[in-house]
Structures are given as structure tokens and as C-alpha cells.
């Protein structure tokens, strides 16, 4: 298949897992002229962007590649288990990734193939991988006609989706706060670059996604997105997370659900306490990056927030599969009781016992 000479724009989603980025696709590929598949990892992987030969024969062999997120530190280029939602096999995949000259070029011939497979014609292309938050900048950088859009939640109601997933309530704080990081790095110092809070999209999800695509070059109205939206068999054919109270597709809005019924008092109070001291020194709180995103402190006090972070801390060293999220991180209690000194020391002697390199 031979790729256009013009490039079709991409809009690329990236997020901290459990944000809301799905309702985003969903609202996404209910607009006309665009399509958005499911999570196929297209973005997220670093050494894609490069496009060696030695990648294309990594790629085909289905090796792991290197992914700098917080959650998945390991993945595989194009997640082959939605071939077929794309209307490709593993042989019209390798076909692609052999023919093409670079990634910008793979992305035009896979989006040509998708509009193909749809019965659209596309004005853009749209693709949603949480872990695509990691190569913003690369992504930039590729792609001069694209847009990246990083979906922001309040940062309580994600470590409660989280924790409903089996993560601890320590390694759901540092995630968020590691991810809000970069989401706001690459909002301060790069163009093309978006914000959508999940709580608007809840809201007035056809309204605001309009006013988006519409900055974008569409001409689309709310009530257009809505009638598309109702009624959409592709995306109600892509799996969903178990652990999502929204299981399934239903073609209606969403009710949001208050992080209140999954945190107690105590781990509420404790979250809006915590500060990430990143590897260069510098500070990121949890509470300022809620207000960052105009999300209003709880209120909430607890009686010993040092000790419950302790807590958390310790159970996070002694049942995660993902310690190596700590190292040159430290997830602290500013202004507590114990010392921040002691809060460090317990974080260097559970390094330790993990067998890692202390913060």
C-alpha cells in the first residue's frame, strides 16, 4: 500500500492510568472525519520514533520495548491483540512496518489502512494509550501537525480507581503525582499540547469535546458528537477494564462517582498531605497539583498522617511488583510530626531490604 504524500493529522492521548482517557476515545470517534481505535501502544514507545532497522526487526519479532511510565515499564509496539478491530492480521502488520521510511510514514499507511477498514474518510486520526504521556515530547517533535491531548482527573478519585485495581494507596499517590508531573511539563513547555479535565467531560461531555476538535479545524456540533455517540457498535466491540464500575460500552453518558466512596477520611487527608521530592531536588504536592487543575481540598483531617503514610509505605515495599517506581523518588509528609529526615531514612532502609539503590 502506498502512503499519501500529505501527511493526516494525529491526535495523540496520553494520561495517568484510570483518568477517564476511554471516555475520551469514545467521544473521539463519534466525531466526523475522525476515528479513534483502541490502546495499540503506537505512541508510547520511545525508540519507535527513531525507526531503525533495528526496531522494525524488534518490532516484527514482537519484543519488549523500553516505556519510561510510571506504570508500565515494559510493552510491546502495536498491541496485536486489537488486530482485528483494525483490519489488520500479523502479516499486513509486518508488511507496514517493513514498507515504511519512518514512523511518521508507518502512522499514514496505518491510518490509511483504518480508514479503509471503518468506511470513513478521515480528516485526522486519533489514537488513546494512557503510557503515550511518556514521549509528548518526541511526539512534538515527529508530528508538526498533530496535537497531543493529556486527560486530566482529580487526583484522589485516580488513586481510588487504583486501588480498586489492586494497586496500594502509596504506589497510586506516586504514580498520579509522577504522571501530573509530566503532563504539566509538557503543557508548560510545549505547543500543541491540551488539557482536558475528565470532570468536564463527564459534565458536558459533547459540548466540550466539540469546543476541542473544533480549535483543531473540524466543524462539528454538540448535537452531532451526541447522535454518534448514542449509538457507536465499534467502540462498544473494544474490552474494557474489569474493575471499572463502566464495564461496557452503552452509548449514554456517564455518571462520575465522588472519590469519597473509595478513600476514607484518613487516606483522604493522607493523599492531600503527601509531596513527591523528585530525582533533582525539586518539590511536587499533592494538593498544589489538585489546585493546579482547580480541584478543591477536602478538608479532611486525620490524627496521625505520618503514621499512615508509614503504613502505606511499608505495605507498598512489601507487596508491589512495581518497587522500582520509588528509586530517585520520595513520597514524603511535608510538615508532619516525624521528621521529613526519618521519612527519607525509612525510605532508604525499605530500599534496601527491596534490594534496590536508595533515593
Not at 224 to 250: C, D, G, H, L, M
Not at 277 to 304: I, Q, T, W
Amino acid at each position: 500500500m502506498q502512503s499519501n504524500t500529505e501527511q493526516l493529522p494525529v491526535l495523540c492521548v496520553g494520561s495517568a492510568p484510570s483518568s477517564g482517557s476511554t471516555l475520551l476515545a469514545d467521544l473521539l470517534d463519534a466525531v466526523p472525519g475522525l476515528a479513534c481505535g483502541p490502546e495499540l501502544n503506537l505512541f508510547s514507545i520511545p525508540k519507535a520514533y527513531a525507526y531503525s532497522d533495528e526496531f522494525k526487526t524488534a518490532a516484527r519479532k514482537r519484543h519488549s520495548f523500553e516505556v519510561p511510565y510510571p506504570v508500565i515499564r515494559r510493552s510491546k509496539f502495536f498491541n496485536t491483540k486489537y488486530l482485528d478491530v483494525v483490519g489488520l492480521t500479523t502479516e499486513s502488520l509486518d508488511q507496514l512496518l517493513e514498507a515504511s521510511t519512518s514512523f511518521p510514514d508507518f502512522i499514514q499507511r496505518f491510518a490509511d489502512n483504518f480508514a479503509s477498514f471503518r468506511e470513513r474518510e478521515l480528516k485526522a486520526i486519533a489514537e488513546k494509550t494512557p503510557e503515550n504521556l511518556c514521549c509528548v515530547k518526541p511526539f512534538h517533535q515527529h508530528f508538526p501537525h498533530g496535537t497531543f491531548i493529556i486527560v486530566v482527573r482529580d487526583g484522589r478519585a485516580v488513586v481510588g480507581s487504583l486501588m480498586r485495581r489492586g494497586y496500594s494507596l502509596y504506589e497510586s499517590a506516586l504514580v498520579w503525582l509522577c504522571c501530573s508531573h509530566m503532563a504539566q511539563e509538557a503543557a508548560d513547555n510545549l505547543s500543541r499540547v491540551i488539557q482536558v479535565r475528565y470532570e468536564d467531560l463527564v459534565t458536558q461531555p459533547f459540548a466540550r469535546l466539540a469546543t476541542v476538535v473544533n480549535q483543531l479545524g473540524f466543524d462539528v456540533s454538540a448535537t452531532e458528537i451526541s447522535e454518534r455517540f448514542t449509538n457507536n457498535p465499534y467502540r462498544a466491540n473494544i474490552q474494557r477494564v474489569p474493575t471499572w464500575r463502566a464495564k461496557e460500552y452503552t452509548g449514554k453518558t456517564i455518571t462520575t462517582f465522588s472519590y469519597e466512596e473509595d478513600l476514607s477520611t484518613e487516606e483522604i487527608a493522607l493523599l492531600e498531605s503527601l509531596t513527591l521530592v523528585l530525582p533533582d531536588g525539586r518539590e511536587l504536592g499533592f494538593s498544589e497539583s489538585l489546585a493546579m487543575h482547580d480541584y478543591p481540598a477536602s478538608g479532611k483531617k486525620s490524627n496521625d498522617v505520618s503514621g499512615l503514610w508509614e503504613q502505606h509505605a511499608k505495605a507498598y515495599y512489601g507487596e508491589s511488583k512495581n518497587l522500582d517506581l520509588q528509586c530517585g523518588y520520595s513520597l514524603i509528609v511535608r510538615g508532619s510530626e516525624r521528621t521529613e529526615k526519618s521519612q527519607l531514612n525509612l525510605l532508604d532502609q525499605l530500599n534496601q531490604k527491596a534490594g534496590l539503590k536508595a533515593a
